[in-house]
């Protein structure tokens, strides 16, 4: 007898998180005999837990199709991490309560570390609370962090965006820096791992001069200036991409300057003026400096085909792998070649992939700090290539969905987050 | 007799100034009973100052060809202005002893304002000196300030650059403001004039609660305050788009609110950071920003298609207007109707070019001063319509052209700049 399913979104958005969302609901949507809705949690687990369950069958089979062009979360998501099963069972026998009244016999969490987590727990309280539900995780962060598979959805789209626009701007300085500007830094994300700058350093194939700062290297200021010397010396210009992770040997990061407004308040500003100001202080040079934030993570304008193929597959298989049984499971992205790139879709027991970060491999910074090795770039080249354009309108904007929306009735008193 | 052509880029680079290199010596290339030789200056004017002339001839129909898709200067840009005739008379003298001594009868000049003064003193004093040169004046600028054109190329690239990141941004945060970031600041350029901060505010047309502030329009913080609490109570979130032009009454810009660094050093921040944690103090809305700088001007990936063809031909326009025998004028965009969007080359003297700066018609602003009006949006779609992509590689990464830029012999003495 068909049951419904429950999808959510997890953390930070995607410019590809709603290509999984596309992936499970098409999915679903062709076996109507084992899964008779999706809903999806208005906001992402915060949905569920209010119960305010978006009826997704309401959207046009053209609208969902429009998610996989889409950047964002469709159905919203959230930061809500749930509480451990000790400190605070009742979140989770909630969730298990909505999903008995709307009998959700599925769910499926498309988000980072705790998300896996999170759904790890619901497959296992479920079963013990006698309402067994099959809980799939669907892989998604930009973080880039997850474990057993090869990578994760919103990396590749990020690595791309990042790698253009540095080539980009590079070119740009590249004409200037007779007369003008010498120095260019880019701030990318990353507060942990280094893997959205390592992505920066791809165009030291293009014949840039580039220097990169890894959250995963202690910042040595002095090493840092003679290698941009070296680079400005010898190329006239040169590129820093560096990771709003990147820190002193104390843990302090490079943005936390202790710098202060007029008022004495404490500001926040980024690591690539603090970059820039001192390559300015030590050596003179004329710099400009960006600091991509959500642009990065949302561009969907320029996501990687390898990317978005893999977001929506990720989320099919979900589907099909809940279809066929399976249980407390994760999707994984399994690469079988570099050249030709081919990949398959594989799983991973979440027992496995809850509560474990994926570094990025040592071995893919160069000895001197500021590089990525080969096999780095053996390791992202597959994972941008290709470009999957969304549709434009007649102005000249994307043709981006945005989705009705509408909730289901609810049958249960409210619960107080 | 044929003779030989001069071409320099000049000042701020942009993703198109290349597209409008490669009408020029692709036209130049069909006239060669006309023209025998394109020459490029080395990084712009100085190139010519200094007698570092690039032989474009050395290059292939592939690498010119490819120059329509590449941002930056191809043959270097420089930031020099030429001093009046009065206080350096040297210099406009010697570029014409340079034409001189290398037979070059044209001279195409592709920039902004500065640019065009120069090209029209140079027709001017080289009539006088009695070696007579055709100097024809390309437009560029993302500042889209020059006058009679209906647009500059490079403009409607960043128009589009800024509409679409701004919009993918917005959905993210809409997707995370419930729990999460509920303003999104994106800084743009534009110290004089807010062009490029307008297009963001093309987003409105696209469901997004946004906020423009322009440079045209006296900074003022409480209803700067009010029009941001409005927002986000009615819609949750908020963007934010501000022109780093935008200023107090006493004509101070935003980014310099007197912050300091540890040392006691002023530091530079941007105006981005400055609007975010004031909404943070008075209002408590968690918040990220973005400083576009470079990448906006830069983004090739994401240029406009009108932009591109525009560029193009106004720089094969420059060269078949100089073949007929023209003198002293800059081809213009001419707009002949918004829907269907048609246009046309049309020219002005440069008489009426040099030294007239055009300003952002106030009636694009509205009352309120923090959007844009429907004129306004009017005239934006047309100069962000349609995708002009790049070919990418295997890697996907973009074919951008790096020239050769093989130098000519030098023929005279050295110039101090």
Not at 12 to 41: F, L, M, W
Not at 324 to 335: A, Q
Not at 369 to 388: R, S, V
Request: charged residues 25%; hydrophobic residues 40%; contains cysteine.
């Amino acid at each position: 007898m068909a049951k419904n399913a429950f999808y959510a979104q997890s953390g930070g958005v995607t410019a590809v998180i709603n290509a999984s969302a596309c992936g499970v609901i098409e999915t679903a949507r062709q076996h109507p005999d084992k899964i008779a809705n999706v809903y999806a949690g208005r906001n992402g687990i915060i949905g569920a837990l209010t119960e305010d369950l978006i009826y997704t069958s309401k959207e046009s089979d053209a609208d969902i199709a429009a998610l996989k062009n889409t950047p964002s979360g469709g159905f919203g998501s959230c930061r809500f991490k749930l509480k451990s099963l000790e400190d605070n069972k009742a979140e989770y026998e909630r969730l298990i309560e909505v999903f008995k009244a709307h009998d959700i016999g599925y769910f499926f969490y498309n988000g980072g570390g705790d998300s896996a987590d999170t759904c790890y727990k619901v497959s296992q309280l479920s079963e013990k609370m006698g309402f067994p539900v099959q809980a799939i995780h669907v892989p998604k962060t930009v973080d880039n962090d997850l474990p057993i598979t090869d990578n994760c959805p919103g990396f590749g789209s990020v690595a791309k965006y990042i790698a253009v626009s540095a080539l980009e701007a590079s070119y740009d300085v590249r004409s200037m820096a007779k007369t003008s500007t010498k120095i260019f830094v880019l701030e990318v994300m990353g507060r942990h791992a280094g893997w959205i700058a390592a992505a920066g350093g791809l165009i030291e194939d293009y014949g840039i001069p580039v220097v990169v700062l890894f959250p995963e290297v202690e910042f040595d200021q002095d090493k840092f200036m003679a290698q941009v010397k070296a680079k400005v010396e010898e190329h006239g210009y040169c590129t820093i991409v560096v990771s709003e992770g990147t820190h002193w040997p104390d843990g302090r990061f490079l943005a936390e300057q202790g710098t202060r407004d007029s008022f004495g308040h404490a500001q926040l500003g980024g690591a690539a003026p603090v970059v820039a100001n001192m390559i300015k202080d030590a050596l003179g040079y004329k710099f400009h400096w960006a600091v991509a934030d959500y642009l990065q993570r949302a561009a969907r304008h320029l996501a990687s085909e390898s990317d978005v193929e893999q977001a929506y597959a990720l989320g099919a298989k979900a589907v099909e792998f809940a279809i066929e049984g399976h249980n407390s499971i994760m999707p994984t992205v399994d690469r079988k070649s570099n050249n030709p790139y081919k990949w398959e879709i594989g799983q991973a027991p979440l027992s496995e992939v809850a509560n474990v970060e994926k570094m990025m491999p040592m071995d893919y910074i160069t000895d001197d700090g500021f590089g990525i090795t080969q096999a780095c770039k053996d390791y992202l080249y597959p994972l941008i290539k290709g470009e999957a354009y969304p549709p434009y309108d007649d102005n000249g904007m994307p043709n981006y969905v945005t989705l009705k929306l509408e909730s289901i009735a609810k049958k249960l008193p409210d619960f107080d987050l």
